[in-house]
């Protein structure tokens, strides 16, 4: 009769490490040396080759989108700050770049959901817990401020001399006001919702995310005014892209440090060149403008439009990450077991 595993004599460390040796490999005994024991690395695999998670099925519009949504956003910001402090040229290109960049952003959107009509029934409910639901209703609460705004910059003389035209001027600072109210909401809801789905490379970076996301937008919008402002009026512009640049890079490499084994999705691949080039763009941006943009046109355009397509090169580095974590069960796998054992 076979003997009963478990009513067998526990076995010491030593014992127990001589029948792993000789199983995977030699050891030799007593105080000589031990030779190397050849365990092979191991390997995550999934039923039938297929990966464990779902790749997302999210085009080149979604990181688009992404970037446009910040961008409405910390232009929005701008343009509030401009038409407090006597910056006429700035809080125009703030509120017209603002309203193009959100109209950008929806199409995208749209684009990706396939059928207009999914936007508007996300706003049949408010559902606090779901950051699809929340980020809707954000959106709805930014558009029509930065909308009006945005039109009384454009009025013909002839109509700003009417009624309508008088009012619609006198409702565009409170209506940029609560749109840059807003504002920060906007540049960051992204990260959450992203950070909240059960990709690996975005849900393991959910402290980080944010960040990355808000410094991006900041950077990209102080940019985008920076290159098409006069210098004498840019200051506002170029105190946020310093902010935006900086807070981005910190952020990204805090990202990359506490991540643990969902950072090689962001550090190998495509990613890893995606958020290189973001990386050298945005410092040269930050560099320009802290040098000399301040009293050159030429260096606050050539550094502005750095920092612009890094903020853009940023997030589809992101988008690219997550994409690349769900095809290896790896990074699914690893962490589960490291909750477990913890």
Request: glycine letters at 10%.
């Amino acid at each position: 009769m076979s003997e009963d595993p478990l009513l067998r004599e526990p076995r010491s460390d030593a014992q127990a490490s001589d029948a792993r040796a000789g199983v995977f490999g030699r050891r030799k005994r007593g105080g000589g040396s031990r030779e190397e024991l050849m365990v092979p690395r191991a390997e995550f695999r999934s039923y039938y080759g297929r990966p464990v998670l779902k790749p997302p099925v999210w085009e080149w519009k979604v990181p688009a989108y992404l970037f446009t949504g910040g961008l409405a956003a910390g232009t929005s910001l701008l343009a509030a700050g401009a038409d407090l402090t006597g910056r006429p040229r700035l809080r125009r290109v703030g509120r017209t770049g603002s309203l193009a960049a959100l109209l950008a952003s929806g199409y995208l959107l749209v684009a990706d959901l396939g059928r207009p009509a999914r936007f508007h029934h996300m706003l049949r409910v408010a559902k606090p817990t779901s950051p699809m639901s929340v980020g809707t209703w954000i959106l709805t609460a930014f558009a029509p401020g930065v909308g009006v705004a945005a039109l009384a910059e454009v009025l013909p003389g002839r109509f700003r001399r009417t009624l309508p035209g008088r009012l619609l001027r006198a409702t565009a600072r409170p209506a940029g006001l609560v749109s840059a109210v807003i504002a920060p909401a906007v540049a960051s809801y992204t990260a959450v919702l992203l950070s909240q789905t059960a990709v690996p490379a975005w849900h393991e970076a959910h402290p980080q995310l944010p960040f990355v996301f808000t410094g991006s937008a900041a950077a990209s919008s102080g940019g985008f005014a920076m290159a098409l402002v006069p210098v004498r009026e840019a200051q506002p512009a170029r105190a946020l892209a310093v902010f935006g640049a900086v807070t981005e890079l910190a952020a990204s490499k805090v990202l990359e440090r506490r991540l643990g084994l969902s950072a090689e999705a962001y550090t190998t691949g495509k990613a890893h060149r995606l958020r290189k080039w973001s990386e050298w763009l945005t410092a040269a941006g930050l560099l320009g403008t802290l040098a000399a943009a301040h009293r050159s046109r030429a260096v606050a355009a050539a550094s502005g439009a750095a920092l612009f397509a890094g903020s853009a090169l940023q997030r589809f580095g992101v988008f690219e990450a997550g994409v690349e974590s769900t095809k290896d069960p790896k990074y699914v796998v690893v962490p589960q077991r490291e909750r477990l054992n913890r």
